[in-house]
């Protein structure tokens, strides 16, 4: 396939049809049995939704209302791990663990003593420091089925349409993907729900379908977007953080706060066509898809959301 950096392969699993690169075999067991915590908060979201924003964002409120936590400068990731990079970690197309010196430095400061081998950001994540702020690409049918009797987990949906252009340039930036084919085969395997993480849609039904649980709380990228102070108090709600509208403000998550930590970029992509914080736009997508396939993925939409009700308040 056009995914150089998937080059161990990948693994379909059933039922579901999730797809992953074979690695995550190696971790499946071990992400499955992960034990959560009460103080747990859990960002879940299919890739592009704006999972760097939330985790951000909810990091701050829960430890850093006045903005002065002196770790707030780590990266990202490394302040709220993701809890299932190891499978994309073993691709040819990243140095060697071992030689990541920035990576193996954080991992040896939350683990010592421990074997990288055994899962690197699996064992940050169990050792990242209470409360800890976890995030998953990994869907529901994939963690414990105890995860929101235990953990808060806040989802975070976006527009297919915004999600595909952003995952197809994330894609070819990020070396673990490697992606050397054009949109529209990147699209075309979206709809095919041939993309690692997918199928999207059943990602979504698996979390719309527990919306209402109280430990729960479903959002859309677009509200964030277009009415931060709203959300920003539905989530201090939420999270019962208690913080005040100026404090709210303050924990925007703005990109220009946001160390990324260690990253893995294709040279080329970046200097001809941006980082990771592309856009960041809502409705980028109509601009970037021809009209045919904004039409098939609208039909698409129509198609998987017949059923999800009124209030799946979503934005082609
Ligand atoms: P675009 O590629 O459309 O620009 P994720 O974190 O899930 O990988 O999502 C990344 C997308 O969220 C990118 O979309 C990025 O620009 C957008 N985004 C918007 N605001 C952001 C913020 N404050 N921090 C991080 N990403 C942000």
Redesign the pocket.
Known sequence: RDFKGYDKGLVRLNPGRWLFPVDYTKFADNLYKFKFRTSDVVVM?????????????VWTMRNNPNLDHPLAKMGVNDRSPFMEFDMLLGSKKLTPLEDNASFMDTFRKQCPGKDPKDGLTLQMSEAAPDPRTIKTHLPFSLHTPDLLDTAKVVY?A?SPK??V???Y??SRLILCHDFNGSLDQFTQYFFDDDLVFGPYWLHMKEAWEKRDHPNMHFIF?ED??TNNMVELQKLNKFLNTNLTEEQLSGA???????NLGETFFNENVLKND?G??????VG?GKQRLSPEQQAKIDQWTHQHTKDFGASFRYTC
């Open positions: 979201t299919w890739p592009k939704a704006g999972t760097t924003w939330t985790q951000e964002i975070v976006r915004d999600v252009v952003s995952y340039h994330h990228y964030v977007k925007r998550g703005d990109e220009e706060f946001v941006g990771f914080f592309r856009k960041g736009e980028d």
